[in-house]
């Protein structure tokens, strides 16, 4: 029988300097023995613990909304790296990215150019398939295409000034963001919203100029005139009258204020706004 009453107690050989650095395969004790099988069995109890509330949660109708929107949420993410690696191959293609850049185009200058441009691709194809050496599509996106790109940027940045943007915000007239690309229809009724903004705009200006139970003194009327014409001005539309009705310091006379009620009329006139933002639609295309 052995003296000591577990084999851990026993005495271990002692160490050798010389051989030190090398790897000795050591033999499992009965202690480390048991403490990986309490760890074993630890870990299993754990792993089964977790799997059956796991699927106790799947079956609550918690659980089944949460699964149902993390689903969702890897078709979001599978449907965005498929955009993600289009839109790379796209930016590695001049001509396609000519064709991602027409997309955004207003219909009458985009139908033009992607048929013309459509053209010279099955073109340029069909002569590579020939065996033929062709760059008849990214000559014209580099070239003509790029400086109509360039124009209609330029065009844009002209008449969608800072003011005019800030106007259809705050009154909510998107429309105008869009002028050339409206008909003759959406025109009128963009005319009948712009005036109507105009009309409710001069009777906060007169009640905030101190105006009193409906009663308009020329002052009153002459300093909410010129407020309209500011925004007139924003929508690149001459106000009525606008040189004698204005009040500068180097003004050598009085505004002709018997032109007044006619200037504020048109202001408020759906079919004068309907005449300035066709011009205006027309310049603009």
Known sequence: M?????????????????RFTEHRQETETDLQRAIRYYLEADKKALEEQEAKEEAFFAQSTVGKKLMASLEEAGQREKLAQSIISKRQATEQDPVARAFATLKVLPVYLREPLSRHLSFLRKKQEADRQKGKKSWQAERYVRGTLR???????????????????????????????????LNKRQIQTLATMTAAMFSSTFEKLCDGFGATDGELTMDVTLKAYQMLARMALHLHAM??????????????????????????????????????LWLLRCEWR
């Not at 052995?2 to 010389?18: G, K, Q, V």
């Not at 009525?240 to 050598?252: E, G, M, S, W």
């Open 2 to 18: 052995n003296e000591f009453a577990w084999s851990w107690n026993e005495p271990r050989p002692a160490i050798d300097p010389a």
């Open 147 to 181: 400086k109509i790109f360039e124009r209609l940027e330029r065009t844009d940045s002209r008449w969608l000034t800072p003011g005019y943007r800030a106007l259809a915000g705050r009154e909510r007239l998107d429309d105008l963001l869009y002028l050339p690309q």
């Open 239 to 276: 106000p009525p009258h606008y040189d004698v009705l204005t009040t500068d310091k180097d003004r050598r006379n009085e505004p002709d204020t018997e032109l007044l009620p006619g200037a504020i009329l048109r202001l408020t006139c759906a079919d004068w706004w309907k005449r300035k």
